[in-house]
């Protein structure tokens, strides 16, 4: 298991979705990616991509207006 | 036999929503694509606008997908979309729309798709006769066609109006269970979803393609007229959906925020552009895209972005203008009258 670090601010819905997903794809089952926004519909799009993605959703918080969710990459 | 899978646009509408279902009834294995254009209405405008910040911010694909209980793929087209908005082979719609290219572009797109990734066949949520361009009778073997889907295409809502498909034939569908919609009556759709359970979906009034709005659609072009190419990238198109937009001098255009959730959006591109806020009384965050930008054409701005602020009816407002490089200049204007702000100005 492996941590990785995402920086999707400053751009809109869906792109912070697509770049999570494009990411997602390139690691291993069980690495954590944790993905920083600033767009707050990530907090909402991304948990959802999870969930019908086969991922999992290990935290989220808000810092100012930065959203920060760490995902564990799933066996999909 | 092994199931037989397809992919399925979709858009996070009720139609798309709904073929996607009648298929997978049927035993077939279905995933969701969708493709990002740059122009796509969702959740954009609500994202920046602070005023909308309280509003559900969904994503309607992704809450399809998820009421439907499928894997969705989302795909940035950005860069090749812009050859279908720049030459569509079919013509634009009322606006800057090219729907039928646009429909064969994201078709093309999901059979490239589906050869890669083993899938069988392409499931779209078209109905005939519903949308003038994209889904006339006559366009829709022009669309299966030209896309190069052909019998790999399947209109679960409208198979019955149509030729036999692939997966009608080869039986991985049965064309009996398949519908007959027709036309731009929403009844039958609304009773299907009803018999399905979904009471919450979206019906976007202007569809989900800013494309389609007159009003951005002007803004696009605009920005062509003014540059010395019909070109984009995606950071235009973002800021042609924020700020009110005017053009005092054909060289230069200002953006000016309406309120604080566009002039933070907009702060991200101060390094882009010059920037202009009024530091005497509060006001917006303004933009000046063009080029070869004067002094005298930043005082003329200051006087136009000093109309928009608190200060507008003062004798004199600051403004303070930021170059990208950093330089920055204070002007002291008189708030541009009302009067003297060309209706011709505002894009």
Redesign the interface.
């Given at each position: 298991m492996s941590q990785h670090k995402l920086d999707a601010r400053?751009i809109?819905?869906?792109?912070p979705?697509?770049r999570t997903?494009?990411k997602a794809a390139t690691l291993k089952a069980g690495d954590q990616l944790t993905v920083t926004c600033t767009?707050?519909?990530a907090?909402?799009?991304i948990p959802?991509?999870c969930?019908?993605?086969?991922h999992k959703v290990i935290h989220t918080e808000q810092q100012g207006?930065e959203v920060i969710i760490t995902l564990e990459v799933g066996d999909? | 036999m092994t199931q037989p899978k397809a992919i399925s646009l979709i858009s996070g509408g009720l139609d798309s929503m709904l073929a996607t279902k009648v298929v997978m009834d049927q035993g077939v294995h279905v995933e969701g694509i969708?493709f990002?254009t740059g122009f796509?209405v969702?959740?954009?405008t609500?994202?920046?606008r602070k005023r909308d910040?309280k509003k559900?911010?969904?994503?309607n694909?992704?809450?399809c997908?998820?009421q439907l209980?499928?894997?969705?793929?989302?795909?940035?087209v950005i860069d090749e979309y812009k050859d279908v908005l720049l030459n569509p082979k079919h013509g634009y719609g009322a606006n800057l729309n090219p729907c039928q290219d646009c429909k064969t572009f994201m078709i093309r797109k999901a059979l490239e798709w589906i050869e890669k990734n083993g899938f069988d066949f392409i499931i779209t949520g078209e109905v005939v006769g519903q949308r003038p361009m994209s889904q006339r009778k006559d366009l829709m073997p022009v669309i299966a066609h030209e896309s190069g889907a052909g019998e790999r295409l399947l209109r679960p809502l409208s198979a019955i109006n149509l030729p036999e498909t692939l997966p009608e034939r080869e039986g991985w569908v049965r064309h009996d269970e398949l519908l007959g919609f027709n036309g731009r009556n929403r009844k039958p759709q609304m009773a299907l979803a009803a018999q399905y359970g979904f009471t919450d979906y979206a019906t976007p009034a202007g569809g989900c393609c800013f494309l389609t709005d007159e009003k951005y659609s002007k803004k696009v072009v605009d920005m062509w007229e003014h540059r010395s190419s019909r070109d984009y990238e995606l950071d235009d198109i973002?800021l042609l959906k924020v700020g009110r937009h005017i053009r005092p001098r054909p060289n230069f255009k200002m953006i000016i925020g309406r309120e604080e959730g566009e002039n933070?959006f907009m702060e991200?591109y101060r390094r882009q552009f010059i920037s202009l806020h009024t530091t005497s009384h509060n006001g917006p965050l303004v933009l000046l895209d063009g080029k070869d930008i004067s002094t005298d054409d930043v005082e003329l701005a200051s006087r136009i972005a000093a109309r928009f602020g608190q200060g507008r009816s003062a004798d004199s407002v600051t403004v303070q203008a930021v170059w990208p490089e950093g330089e920055t200049r204070d002007f002291a204007v008189s708030p541009m009258p009302v009067h003297e702000i060309d209706e011709s100005w505002y894009v």
């Amino acid at each position: 298991m492996s941590q990785h670090k995402l920086d999707a601010r400053r751009i809109l819905c869906p792109l912070p979705v697509i770049r999570t997903q494009d990411k997602a794809a390139t690691l291993k089952a069980g690495d954590q990616l944790t993905v920083t926004c600033t767009d707050p519909g990530a907090l909402n799009d991304i948990p959802a991509w999870c969930r019908i993605n086969g991922h999992k959703v290990i935290h989220t918080e808000q810092q100012g207006d930065e959203v920060i969710i760490t995902l564990e990459v799933g066996d999909a | 036999m092994t199931q037989p899978k397809a992919i399925s646009l979709i858009s996070g509408g009720l139609d798309s929503m709904l073929a996607t279902k009648v298929v997978m009834d049927q035993g077939v294995h279905v995933e969701g694509i969708n493709f990002f254009t740059g122009f796509c209405v969702e959740g954009h405008t609500h994202a920046i606008r602070k005023r909308d910040q309280k509003k559900e911010k969904r994503n309607n694909a992704l809450w399809c997908a998820e009421q439907l209980g499928i894997k969705l793929h989302i795909v940035d087209v950005i860069d090749e979309y812009k050859d279908v908005l720049l030459n569509p082979k079919h013509g634009y719609g009322a606006n800057l729309n090219p729907c039928q290219d646009c429909k064969t572009f994201m078709i093309r797109k999901a059979l490239e798709w589906i050869e890669k990734n083993g899938f069988d066949f392409i499931i779209t949520g078209e109905v005939v006769g519903q949308r003038p361009m994209s889904q006339r009778k006559d366009l829709m073997p022009v669309i299966a066609h030209e896309s190069g889907a052909g019998e790999r295409l399947l209109r679960p809502l409208s198979a019955i109006n149509l030729p036999e498909t692939l997966p009608e034939r080869e039986g991985w569908v049965r064309h009996d269970e398949l519908l007959g919609f027709n036309g731009r009556n929403r009844k039958p759709q609304m009773a299907l979803a009803a018999q399905y359970g979904f009471t919450d979906y979206a019906t976007p009034a202007g569809g989900c393609c800013f494309l389609t709005d007159e009003k951005y659609s002007k803004k696009v072009v605009d920005m062509w007229e003014h540059r010395s190419s019909r070109d984009y990238e995606l950071d235009d198109i973002m800021l042609l959906k924020v700020g009110r937009h005017i053009r005092p001098r054909p060289n230069f255009k200002m953006i000016i925020g309406r309120e604080e959730g566009e002039n933070k959006f907009m702060e991200g591109y101060r390094r882009q552009f010059i920037s202009l806020h009024t530091t005497s009384h509060n006001g917006p965050l303004v933009l000046l895209d063009g080029k070869d930008i004067s002094t005298d054409d930043v005082e003329l701005a200051s006087r136009i972005a000093a109309r928009f602020g608190q200060g507008r009816s003062a004798d004199s407002v600051t403004v303070q203008a930021v170059w990208p490089e950093g330089e920055t200049r204070d002007f002291a204007v008189s708030p541009m009258p009302v009067h003297e702000i060309d209706e011709s100005w505002y894009v």
